[in-house]
């Protein structure tokens, strides 16, 4: 006998209208919960099992793109390879790269070393950077690669100590960087930001900001690294999954207390404090969209890998969450991208001595069930957006209808169980049985009434079967019933928690970052047949001579030697990724090696936007120029 479960999905296979929007949570883990509140609030037809036969309009996922089955249509909530793209080593290398191209912009990321792989580096820049500066020695911050939820980082005040004081980390690959000690505090206490940002798509580029985010707070008082406090691990991070084990940690319901607050209270006490607070949200918006100019071309490479043209298959759309510090004169500094950031709305409190409890976050709800409900309507074509807005609707008029029916049924019913249970302490075990049966029918009742949400469902069940002319009039009705919390109700339909940044209206100043998205382009078109190895020998070879650089110095020997020089050193940089072929980022170490060489100017960026612009022109690649 198959379990109501799985009854009630089969029938939903079966009955699901055609305007009704689908959304299959069978992988979404720990992300249902806010999941299917928002399944309630827009009306959606949820499949926790899965349907493969037909498909959904939405697959949502907790952490991979190929958590679920291969999609044929629909959108799924997460991009391939963004796992990989938002690590700590890619993405630094990222960021790096355009650092080099453009200095004054790209200056919100610390100096970044992959280690063991740059550790000579690494030593020889921290000895130069040290003899510079005479009273604060620069500390290091050193993360293991892959890791995540603040595990396995430490401080160093000397690159040496890496190998001395740590042989248990030899043969583990970790990033280091330069540790940012001069940080803006409120009440003596360290804190960054989780920003929330929507990649809506990559052709066309489109992604959007979430107007409120967390501020998570560091659990004991912050002072500059020294080597007797260089190992408090609450003091220096800021990560909550870290910090909830601290003892000091402080859970409160108000916004702006807390070991965990709201952004906007954040903000509100930098206006208190006599800051501009509208300045430094300007600043995080254009670290948000210089970063993801930074990485699209990196993710572009994996899904044309991933997916075959002219097939028919899924679209995709991805939250990501920004970790963004501020430094003492409020300038953001990004410290990290989580590809899978926390949706959960629970927090963990400690009840007793390693007991943990989780309950409700006031917080987390008012974050991220707004930044998940809007993202789905985001998503969604017009007319299914325009469903889900009408459903939405029909709920608050219900509700509100509800909640009025409710308040003389449940006090009527509260007075009678009142009275039930007054006749029963009167009459004493003598009349038991004869009110047993009362007291039970009003219980009864005094349950079914309090359960609004059934009862709302129900009620969306009648409205689905009344003619368009009459919905219509009964909206009407009600909007004339209820006129000014009618118009309060349009309001909040209206607005968004998403706000976007590109194209508008940072889409003029960020063009000008497009350069590694156009050698991503060299890279796609040049790759073979198999091209989800990456970039064969023979690949490589055929893009030189399309290009014509033998014509420019460039000798058939030395290109091979080349090609084994950099899918030698990647294979080294990368372990996880090595094989025979050359991946995007040694293609792009190409571009460079050889732009110095055919067209040697007085920048990185001016010689590569050379290189690309003649690759273009011999490959038919140049677009139109608006």
């Known amino acids: 006998m198959s379990s109501p479960r799985r009854e009630r999905t089969r029938f939903m296979k079966r009955h699901v209208?055609?305007?009704?929007?689908?959304?299959?949570?069978?992988?979404?883990?720990?992300?249902?919960?806010?999941?299917?509140?928002?399944?309630?609030?827009?009306?959606?037809?949820?499949?926790?099992?899965?349907?493969?036969?037909?498909?959904?309009?939405?697959?949502?996922?907790?952490?991979?793109?190929?958590?679920?089955?291969?999609?044929?249509?629909?959108?799924?909530?997460?991009?391939?390879?963004?796992?990989?793209?938002?690590?700590?080593?890619?993405?630094?290398?990222?960021?790096?790269?355009?650092?080099?191209?453009?200095?004054?912009?790209?200056?919100?990321?610390?100096?970044?070393?992959?280690?063991?792989?740059?550790?000579?580096?690494?030593?020889?820049?921290?000895?130069?950077?040290?003899?510079?500066?005479?009273?604060?020695?620069?500390?290091?911050?050193?993360?293991?690669?892959?890791?995540?939820?603040?595990?396995?980082?430490?401080?160093?005040?000397?690159?040496?100590?890496?190998?001395?004081?740590?042989?248990?980390?030899?043969?583990?690959?970790?990033?280091?960087?330069?540790?940012?000690?001069?940080?803006?505090?409120i009440d003596d206490f360290k804190f960054d930001f989780r920003i929330y940002v929507v990649l809506k798509s990559l052709e066309p580029l489109e992604f959007h900001i979430c107007k409120e985010g967390l501020a998570r707070f560091s659990t004991v008082p912050y002072k500059r690294p020294t080597k007797k406090n260089i190992h408090e691990s609450f003091m220096h991070l800021t990560n909550y999954s870290l910090n909830k084990r601290s003892k000091d940690f402080c859970h409160s319901e108000e916004e702006d207390e807390g070991s965990k607050r709201t952004l906007s209270s954040v903000m509100r006490r930098i206006d208190m404090d006599g800051q501009d607070s509208r300045e430094v949200w300007e600043n995080i918006e254009l670290v948000v969209c210089k970063t993801i100019m930074a990485i699209v071309p990196e993710v572009k490479v994996v899904v044309h890998k991933t997916i075959t043209p002219g097939k028919t298959g899924p679209s995709f759309f991805q939250i990501l969450g920004f970790d963004i510090l501020l430094m003492d004169d409020l300038k953001p500094i990004l410290l990290e991208v989580n590809s899978s950031p926390s949706l959960s709305m629970d927090s963990e409190e400690e009840v007793s001595p390693g007991v943990p409890k989780y309950v409700r976050s006031p917080k987390d709800e008012e974050v991220k069930f707004p930044l998940v409900r809007d993202t789905i309507l985001l998503v969604l074509s017009p007319n299914k957006r325009k469903h889900c807005e009408k459903k939405r609707r029909k709920r608050l008029m219900h509700l509100k209808k509800l909640m009025s029916c409710n308040e003389s049924v449940l006090s009527r019913t509260s007075s009678d169980v009142t009275t039930c249970v007054q006749m029963y302490e009167d009459g004493g075990e003598e009349n038991v049985e004869e009110e047993d049966e009362e007291v039970n029918q009003q219980m009864s009742e005094l349950h079914v009434h309090m359960d609004l949400d059934c009862a709302t469902n129900e009620m969306e069940e009648k409205f689905e079967t009344v003619p368009p002319d009459s919905d219509h009039k009964l909206q009407t009705q009600e909007g004339d019933l209820h006129n000014p919390d009618g118009d309060h109700e349009e309001a909040l339909l209206e607005e968004s928690c998403l706000k976007q940044l590109y194209p508008d209206p940072y889409q003029e100043e960020c063009d000008q970052f497009h350069i590694l998205g156009r050698v991503a382009k060299l890279y796609m078109n040049s790759l073979g047949v198999r091209k989800s190895a990456g970039m064969s020998s023979s690949s490589f070879r055929t893009f030189i001579r399309k290009c014509e650089f033998g014509k420019k110095g460039l000798t058939s020997a030395s290109v091979d030697i080349m090609y084994l020089d950099l899918q030698r050193r990647w294979d080294n940089m990368n372990p996880d990724l090595s094989g025979l072929t050359l991946s995007f980022q040694a293609f792009l170490d190409a571009c460079f090696e050889i732009s110095k060489i055919c067209f040697p100017a007085a920048t990185k960026l001016e010689m590569l936007e050379n290189f690309v612009g003649h690759c273009e022109s011999h490959l038919c690649l140049r677009e139109n120029e608006d």
């Open 17 to 185: 209208s055609k305007h009704a929007v689908t959304i299959d949570t069978s992988k979404a883990k720990s992300n249902a919960d806010v999941v299917r509140l928002c399944v309630k609030e827009l009306g959606l037809v949820e499949f926790p099992l899965g349907r493969k036969e037909l498909g959904c309009d939405i697959y949502w996922n907790e952490f991979h793109y190929n958590d679920n089955h291969a999609p044929m249509g629909g959108r799924v909530n997460k991009f391939p390879g963004m796992v990989e793209v938002c690590s700590k080593m890619t993405l630094s290398r990222c960021l790096d790269i355009m650092r080099d191209l453009y200095p004054e912009d790209y200056d919100f990321y610390p100096r970044t070393w992959y280690l063991p792989a740059q550790y000579e580096d690494f030593c020889k820049e921290a000895e130069v950077k040290n003899a510079k500066k005479r009273k604060f020695k620069q500390t290091y911050i050193v993360k293991p690669y892959g890791g995540s939820s603040g595990e396995g980082i430490f401080l160093l005040k000397e690159p040496k100590d890496y190998i001395s004081s740590y042989p248990s980390k030899r043969g583990t690959c970790h990033v280091a960087q330069e540790y940012v000690s001069n940080v803006y505090l």
